[in-house]
């Protein structure tokens, strides 16, 4: 870190006094629609500038790697790797979430009917849409783009990383001719990094807004009722990244301890915003200085925002329990089962959309015997619980691009070592 004049905070640390601020804020202004409405376009201007750079640095970085990697033997063997370490890690984390609400039942500690409904019905319509396409078939199709610049335009990322995998291999294919697309999407991912290090200055005062409008809608007395099951929820993703990611990455030779010291301004960007895509340019360049190589790093993390989205996993089906004990809805071991294997199905269908982590409840209670009406009454505290989970799978993902780095023999340990001890000193 560099000194002007005397001390300079951190990132991390300007984005937790921008929380904070932001919970004031929010208990200030609570039910003040004008404050409410300014917060929530300030917010929804700062993501907007995320997702103004995510998309340009995936198809750049990403064409470069698989381009430099220029074997499709070893991207597709990259990609077998990467798509069984994500069902593993995800289905870890439905199974010990499942674990978790049968041992200590959080929704027989609550009057389900004394809860305070909320409006979910933009939730209940994306659902409707995103089911009627949630199917394995569906799911294949949807990611071979008919028009790669609609998917540009609409955001789609397994689109966009399917072009971008067959334009690399496209452009090694043609040898030295090939060579002036890689400089220029080289010199553009270069660009857009320089312009996310830009953007990030107003990381703190989005997060302000984004805290404080959620604090301002709700209020937090809307969050006593709950505690025990927010408390549980974060207890049990701290065990999954302390204990079940910390085990993986002993197996493969990474301390969990330092990974999280390199991305800590970033896990606490998206646990501020509740958005992975506000960490996900800053988390592709640091995994590639932590000596990950750049095919890989580019190829993982992009498609893990989709398939490996570990803290929803652990979320939904908590919940789905949690609300089944409160509506004292007694689930067999092979119902639990059944709910395992429908998860497993739905996070990975309809892990594209807004709100994924609620749409896929709103998909699966049904098969429980859980009423819908049912999650009206943790929607207030869905936003609160998503900075969680969104944490979770900024660091599952990163964690996931060390191991398949190391699998493949390409991870730097001596960048790695080098890179890490460059936090000691900030």
């Known amino acids: 870190m560099k000194h002007y004049r005397g001390y300079r905070l951190t990132l991390g640390w300007q984005i937790l006094i921008g929380l904070v601020l932001g919970i004031v804020l929010g208990v200030v202004f609570y039910q003040n629609k004008t404050a409410i409405m300014a917060m929530q376009n300030i917010g929804t201007m700062f993501i907007s500038l995320i997702q103004m750079i995510v998309l340009p640095i995936v198809v750049s970085c990403l064409t470069v790697g698989i381009a430099n990697m220029g074997d499709i033997k070893k991207l597709g063997r990259i990609g077998g790797k990467t798509l069984i370490y994500f069902e593993l890690m995800t289905t870890i984390a439905i199974i010990l979430g499942l674990v978790v609400a049968n041992i200590f039942h959080p929704g027989d500690f609550i009057n389900i009917h004394s809860l305070q409904s909320q409006d979910i019905s933009q939730y209940v319509s994306t659902a409707k ?28 990322m397994m689109p966009v990383i399917f072009f971008s995998v067959f334009f690399g291999l496209g452009t090694a294919a043609i040898g030295e001719k090939g060579q002036i697309i890689i400089d220029f999407l080289q010199a553009v991912s270069e660009v857009m990094f320089k312009v996310t290090n830009w953007v990030m200055h107003a990381a703190p005062i989005g997060v302000c807004a984004l805290i404080g409008v959620t604090v301002a809608q709700m209020g937090l007395s809307a969050l006593a009722p709950l505690g025990y099951f927010i408390v549980l929820a974060y207890a049990t993703m701290a065990v999954f990244i302390l204990v079940f990611m910390g085990l993986v990455g002993k197996l493969f030779g990474l301390n969990i301890f330092t990974l999280l010291k390199v991305i800590r301004d970033e896990v606490v960007l998206a646990f501020s915003t509740a958005s992975s895509e506000a960490a996900l340019p800053r988390i592709i360049d640091k995994m590639d200085k932590f000596g990950v190589s750049q095919g890989i790093v580019s190829f993982v993390i992009p498609t893990g925002y989709t398939f490996n989205l570990d803290g929803s996993a652990i979320y939904q089906s908590l919940a789905a329990l949690f609300l089944a004990q409160a509506y004292h809805i007694h689930l067999s071991l092979g119902q639990q089962i059944t709910l395992l294997v429908v998860l497993m199905i739905t996070s990975k269908g309809m892990a594209g959309v807004p709100g994924a982590s609620f749409v896929v409840l709103l998909a699966t209670i049904s098969t429980i015997g859980v009423p819908m009406a049912g999650l009206t009454f943790i929607a207030g505290i869905d936003r609160l619980v998503d900075m969680g989970r969104t944490a979770v799978n900024v660091v599952g993902n990163s964690l996931a691009s060390v191991v398949i780095a190391k699998s493949e023999h390409e991870f730097d340990e001596d960048q790695a070592t080098a890179y890490a001890a460059s936090f000691n000193k900030k």
């Open 129 to 156: 849409t995103a089911k009627q396409h949630s199917g394995i078939w569906d799911t294949l199709m949807g990611i071979i783009p008919t028009n790669i610049f609609s998917s540009l335009s609409n955001g789609d």
